[in-house]
């Protein structure tokens, strides 16, 4: 398989049609070498416009919903970054490229072991894959600048909001099928806390995300 056709195609056929226009996106994507973040059977299927399955009730978000993440949360290189939900380690990936440090969550032992060893083979050594319960987020690390969780949530934890900055932003898409939207919520005070629509999708839910304390706008 031509690989960098397919890279090629997924960025322009999948990826800019879904008004992802950012250059410094787009370039990245083609450094970013996706197929070497999927499981080895499924390196053919890495530019496919799916949720590739990554085992029992894991999926990695499609392409063109990881470019439109990194597009949205203009993510800056001085930057700390809180990932939740690993998956195959390509979206920590591509963060690792724009910002100064990156932590990312993953409660399944097997794929946080497979993310941590896709990402020391692509040098990112700024980096860390830490297995645990993401709807705790991070606590002994905060506060960060940005949050992104990389699956859907009924409604975003208290918890992972009391995690960022003022000033700083978490994206999650928030709903239940089949209507969710991707939002950035902002931290812009104390307790004070602003949330934007971006745009509508349907992704497969978070483990661990139904229950617990959550915060109302």
């Given at each position: 398989m031509n690989f960098e056709k397919a890279r090629f195609n997924m960025i322009e056929q999948q990826i800019r049609p879904w008004d992802v226009l950012d250059t410094s996106v787009l370039d990245l994507l083609a450094v970013v070498k996706r197929e070497d973040f999927v499981p080895a059977p499924l390196r053919d299927k890495a530019f496919t416009d799916v949720e590739l399955p990554l085992g029992?009730?894991?999926?990695a978000l499609p392409p063109r919903v990881e470019a439109r993440w990194m597009?949205?949360?203009?993510?800056?290189?001085?930057?700390?970054v809180l990932e939740i939900g690993t998956g195959t380690g390509y979206l920590a990936a591509l963060l690792g490229y724009k910002v100064q440090q990156v932590f990312?969550?993953?409660?399944?032992?097997?794929?946080?072991?497979?993310?941590r060893e896709s990402l020391r083979r692509a040098g990112l050594l700024n980096v860390t894959v830490v297995e645990g319960d993401g709807a705790k987020g991070l606590a002994n690390e905060a506060p960060f600048d940005v949050i992104l969780?990389?699956?859907?949530?009924?409604?975003?934890?208290?918890?992972?909001?009391?995690q960022l900055k003022v000033g700083g932003r978490l994206g999650a898409i928030i709903g239940d099928e089949p209507a969710m939207t991707a939002t950035i919520t902002y931290r812009t005070g104390e307790r004070e806390?602003?949330?934007?629509?971006l745009f509508e999708t349907v992704?497969?839910?978070?483990p661990g995300f139904d229950t617990g304390s959550h915060f109302t706008f």
């Open positions: 029992p009730g894991r999926h597009q949205e949360l203009q993510v800056k290189r001085h930057e700390k990312t969550i993953e409660r399944d032992a097997a794929l946080a072991a497979q993310a969780l990389s699956g859907s949530v009924h409604q975003v934890p208290q918890a992972l909001l009391d806390f602003k949330r934007e629509n992704v497969e839910r978070l």
